[in-house]
């Protein structure tokens, strides 16, 4: 690589210290100079970085419009809202935010009729081909990810009561795990209680211990988007939850079509009961970083609108997966923020 003179150096230079100061004005000047926008720091900072920490909105959004993208991380691994929220400035902590979504609405559109889907579908038949295991407080699977741990279990609970407010319900829970949103809705007495499960060792672990016995409870074997009819027959119910391993957002969303949206012609209606049925989801999308997770919020709530669907999130404390032995043997953590965002998502009242 040529090796910058003299005078470029100072420019990118004095480019990062503009963005630092906040001086849109500056920045634009030395962008208009041909100032490399794409420099880094000796700690891989970028100018996004810099101008989330001085909380200049008008700076932030001139760095983005240049190239830089949103969910840009540093060495230490930290994104421009992690400089913005630690110094306080949440208008431009929301900029960022809002950017986020904008920026992956048009990749949903740049990407539409491309093959992704079935490259998704791909590694999602390689994670149920695969062994998984139960380990001491984890469920594991054979490329040593975490599938589902112990420590969501309070998470789990606050779930379980969100989808069945009263004995009797029929509620509906895709992904079985470790069993531990199953365990909790059974404490509060549903009256149907469907599980749907894809992995085979998993589900032979469900009839191990005993959930095909219990008299509540249905268990369906596969894929949900292959069992979709027959979870339908069993419904329609007062709450779902939905939690897989080894999906994507479009898997999120080609669930929510399927029960929230009634066929053309009226004669299947929506899975999840009308008017009060309950829906809600693990909320683990982007789940290292708060920036990426509050981005995920917000394009599933837009979504969810658009099926005429109201989402409410709760925040709650998630301290517990934050600590270091949590993820000890496991390859990459899945969560790692302070607050967890609990969505509760009801029909919107006409």
């Known amino acids: 690589m040529e090796e910058l003179g003299v005078e470029q150096i100072s420019k990118e230079a004095r480019l990062l210290g503009a963005c630092h100061e906040g001086n849109s004005q500056l920045v634009k000047d030395?962008?208009?100079r041909d100032a490399d926008i794409f420099v880094t720091d000796d700690t891989g900072r970028t100018a996004l970085h810099f101008a989330a920490a001085s909380g200049d909105v008008k700076t932030i959004k001139m760095v983005l419009e240049a190239g830089i993208p949103w969910n840009s991380l540093d060495d230490g691994n930290f994104t421009a809202g992690d400089y913005a929220e630690i110094g306080g400035h949440l208008e431009a902590y929301n900029e960022l935010v809002q950017a986020g979504v904008r920026a992956e609405l048009i990749l949903r559109l740049l990407n539409r009729g491309s093959n992704d889907s079935e490259?998704?579908?791909?590694?999602?038949?390689?994670?149920?081909?695969?062994?998984?295991?139960?380990?001491?407080?984890?469920?594991?699977?054979?490329?040593?990810?975490g599938v589902m741990m112990s420590w969501e279990a309070p998470l789990m609970e606050l779930h379980a009561k969100t989808i069945?407010?009263?004995?009797?319900?029929?509620?509906l829970?895709?992904?079985?795990?470790?069993?531990?949103?199953?365990?909790?809705?059974?404490?509060?007495?549903?009256?149907?209680?469907v599980i749907v499960?894809?992995?085979?060792?998993?589900?032979?672990?469900?009839?191990?211990?005993?959930?095909?016995?219990?008299?509540?409870?249905?268990?369906?074997?596969?894929?949900?988007q292959d069992k979709i009819d027959e979870i339908r027959a069993l419904g329609p119910y007062d709450g779902i939850f939905f939690d897989?391993?080894?999906?994507?957002?479009?898997?999120?969303?080609?669930?929510?079509?399927?029960?929230?949206?009634?066929?053309?012609?009226?004669?299947?209606?929506?899975?999840?009961?009308?008017?009060?049925?309950?829906?809600?989801?693990?909320?683990?999308?982007?789940?290292?970083?708060?920036?990426?997770?509050?981005?995920?919020?917000?394009?599933?709530?837009?979504?969810?609108?658009?099926?005429?669907?109201?989402?409410?999130?709760?925040?709650?404390?998630?301290?517990?997966?934050?600590?270091?032995?949590?993820?000890?043997?496991?390859?990459?953590p899945y969560w790692m923020i302070k607050n967890y965002h609990l969505p509760t998502c009801k029909w919107i009242k006409k």
Not at 119 to 145: C, F, H, M, T, W
Not at 282 to 306: E, P, T
């Open 30 to 32: 030395l962008l208009a």
């Open 164 to 171: 069945c407010t009263s004995p009797g319900k029929t509620v």
């Open 173 to 193: 829970n895709i992904g079985f795990g470790m069993g531990i949103i199953d365990s909790a809705l059974q404490q509060l007495n549903p009256g149907k209680h």
């Open 244 to 332: 897989t391993f080894g999906e994507f957002y479009q898997d999120l969303d080609d669930f929510h079509k399927a029960i929230f949206v009634a066929s053309d012609d009226g004669s299947v209606g929506p899975v999840l009961s009308q008017p009060d049925g309950i829906y809600s989801f693990f909320n683990g999308m982007g789940g290292d970083h708060r920036l990426f997770n509050d981005v995920y919020c917000d394009i599933v709530r837009a979504d969810l609108m658009n099926l005429g669907i109201e989402t409410e999130y709760s925040a709650v404390a998630s301290d517990i997966a934050m600590d270091e032995e949590t993820w000890k043997g496991i390859k990459r």
């Open 119 to 145: 490259e998704k579908r791909a590694a999602n038949e390689e994670y149920l081909s695969q062994p998984v295991v139960y380990s001491g407080d984890s469920l594991i699977d054979a490329e040593k990810n």
């Open 197 to 224: 499960e894809a992995h085979p060792d998993v589900f032979q672990h469900m009839k191990n211990e005993g959930w095909d016995r219990k008299p509540s409870v249905h268990i369906v074997f596969g894929r949900w």
